[in-house]
């Protein structure tokens, strides 16, 4: 079976400064990954998502994330962190194609400091 | 077009109190699911449907029950509310074509007292 590890339940960010959120995987077969973001009372709004093919990935936002198989990893990062980015962020998995199932992360709390 | 209605937004049950959420999509989507998000867990997957008259279990399926007699809809019910319930509760449906550009309701606090 699938999961998920996301690295620091909390981050803090400057305005203007880097994101970075890490998110490791464990998966028997290759995986299709995937951000989502949750503003306060809302559902979840796909941010971006790997399939196959090219291994930075880009989504709404500026945000992207890097599939390292290596690393089994697929931190997302945005260059220039604004007030709007605070929000809680999750990480998620499946295992490929004929798996319709997703194992999320426990999720990070981003805020962002004026 | 609306996506994914889920009702009711709150609500509060007392121990031992039935309820049905309600799921609806316009979408045509085959799959569809429901998760609870609780603090510090992210979502857990309660129950999946690929497709009408066929559900199947998630992570945590006891005290719930599905069913799926339509593509539109998929109803979640509590039989027996407990507090350990108590969540928020959300439905997700894809396409089996799109890769997963899975769609949330924008979900139900739940809680039992």
């Known amino acids: 079976a699938q999961s998920v590890t996301q690295l620091g339940s909390h981050v803090s960010v400057s305005e203007g400064a880097l994101v970075l959120l890490r998110c490791n995987y464990s998966s028997s077969v290759p995986p299709y990954l995937f951000w989502y973001v949750q503003y306060p009372n809302q559902g979840l709004q796909l941010l971006l998502k790997y399939t196959t093919g090219a291994t930075l990935v880009k989504g709404i936002n500026g945000f992207e994330a890097e599939f390292k198989k290596s690393e089994t990893s697929f931190h997302l990062t945005k260059p220039s962190a604004h007030m709007s980015d605070a929000a809680e962020y999750f990480c998620?998995?499946?295992?490929?194609?004929?798996?319709?199932?997703?194992?999320f992360g426990a999720g990070t709390t981003v805020t962002v400091r004026a | 077009n609306a996506g994914v209605t889920q009702t009711p937004k709150f609500q509060v049950l007392k121990t031992g109190q039935s309820m049905t959420l309600q799921c609806a999509q316009d979408?045509?989507?085959?799959?569809m699911s429901w998760y609870r998000q609780d603090p510090g867990m992210g979502l857990r997957l309660i129950h999946y449907s690929v497709g009408a008259g066929i559900t199947d279990q998630g992570e945590v399926p006891n005290g719930y029950n599905v069913s799926r007699s339509t593509t539109e809809d998929f109803p979640l019910r509590l039989l027996s509310a407990a507090p350990s319930q108590t969540s928020v509760y959300f439905c997700a449906t894809g396409g089996t074509g799109d890769f997963y550009g899975y769609t949330f309701g924008s979900g139900t606090r739940l809680t039992v007292v």
């Open positions: 979408m045509n989507h085959e799959y």
């Open positions: 998620a998995v499946s295992e490929g194609s004929n798996d319709y199932k997703l194992s």
